[in-house]
């Protein structure tokens, strides 16, 4: 790993709203932390890919895809899903069985770690990201803290929103992924196809929370200027805040119609424009040999919003000490960047 690449914990980046204000604890138990996804698109009914929709305790999704596999009797390439979901968790989520010539269901696949919930047929398989929104619901035990700061915080966040951090899941256990991002996109190494998916993910990711946390140290967190590339909250198209449009900009931004972006380094330019393009350019002239290694990868350039709203974030005391929260977010979007702007855990 280069000397300017360290690892943090979500801890160490800038916050929003301020530092946690609470003290408690998530995952006590399985049910504690419950995620359901909803994909972006309805499957046809018909077709020679099985649907299944799975809830699953305590396990990951390439185990239950394995044992998937197993049942159908099939190659582990043919089963497929839209995102990866927690171990420990109690998660839902769709998996494709690609099963050509298959006449009849039959008996569903079942364990003690999951069971399935549904099951359709598509004529194409479960593409990686085809989900609308995931569904969270958390329960926080032990809670400690001023009731009223903790009610203050959460409707900050409910209004405002929170900065767009990837969470720590995607570095690994104490940033390995970022040191195979370096083996990779510098030394030459291979990996197999996961984890080099997975160091490439890692790399831009970081890179990305890097640019984040410095402009929110600088004050442009949600402030626009001439330049910056700013993505739609619904559809996520972007587009370039020109200088005779800023007022009105800064108005769409403050109702949260759009968001500034940041840049997700890969082959291509960035499509921000003059100042904007300069200041991301020099946040990024530190890690030039990952840019290098990015380019000849040939991973494309995307952006990604800076500012993450939870959708129909609501909390309630269900008894002493706990706090159980409901929200939704979009694909790629990780709640504990949500929790860390008001609870320590």
Not at 112 to 131: C, D, T
Not at 184 to 193: A, D, S
Not at 269 to 274: I, S
Not at 335 to 340: D, E, F, K, Q, Y
Request: aromatic share 10%.
């Amino acid at each position: 790993m280069p000397n300017n690449v360290e690892f943090k914990a979500l801890s160490a980046l800038s916050y929003l709203h301020g530092e946690a204000v609470a003290q408690g604890k998530i995952r006590v138990q399985p049910e504690d932390f419950f995620v359901q996804e909803s994909l972006s698109f309805e499957p046809s009914a018909e077709g020679e890919h099985l649907f299944i929709f799975v809830e699953k305790r305590e396990s990951n999704t390439e185990w239950v895809a394995k044992e998937l596999a197993k049942h159908y009797e099939v190659r582990a390439g043919n089963v497929a899903w839209a995102g990866l979901k927690d171990r420990n968790a109690v998660t839902r989520q769709w998996f494709s069985v690609h099963l050509p010539g298959l006449k009849e269901v039959g008996e569903l696949p079942s364990g003690e770690q999951y069971k399935v919930l549904e099951h359709s047929f598509n004529n194409r398989k479960l593409r990686v990201g085809a989900i609308d929104n995931n569904f969270f619901r958390l329960c926080v035990r032990d809670l400690q803290g001023d009731a009223d700061k903790l009610e203050s915080r959460l409707q900050k966040i409910a209004k405002f929103g929170v900065p767009n951090y990837f969470g720590e899941q995607r570095f690994g256990r104490l940033g390995n992924n970022l040191t195979m991002a370096q083996g990779l996109l510098v030394e030459g190494k291979r990996y197999k196809k996961n984890d080099h998916s997975m160091a490439l993910s890692a790399a831009r990711s970081y890179l990305f929370n890097q640019m984040l946390d410095q402009r929110m140290q600088a004050g442009m967190f949600n402030r626009v200027q001439e330049g910056d590339v700013l993505m739609l909250d619904k559809t996520k198209s972007i587009f370039v805040a020109q200088a005779d449009e800023l007022e009105e900009l800064q108005q769409r931004l403050d109702l949260a119609d759009c968001h500034i972006s940041c840049a997700m380094p890969g082959s291509g330019r960035a499509v921000a424009t003059g100042a904007a393009l300069s200041w991301e350019e020099e946040q990024l002239t530190p890690y030039g040999d990952w840019l290098q290694g990015l380019d000849k990868q040939r991973v494309s350039a995307s952006r990604r919003a800076a500012r993450l709203m939870p959708q129909g974030f609501s909390w309630s005391r269900p008894g002493d000490g706990e706090l159980l929260l409901e929200f939704k977010l979009p694909t790629g979007a990780y709640a504990t960047s949500v929790l860390r702007e008001f609870l320590a855990y």
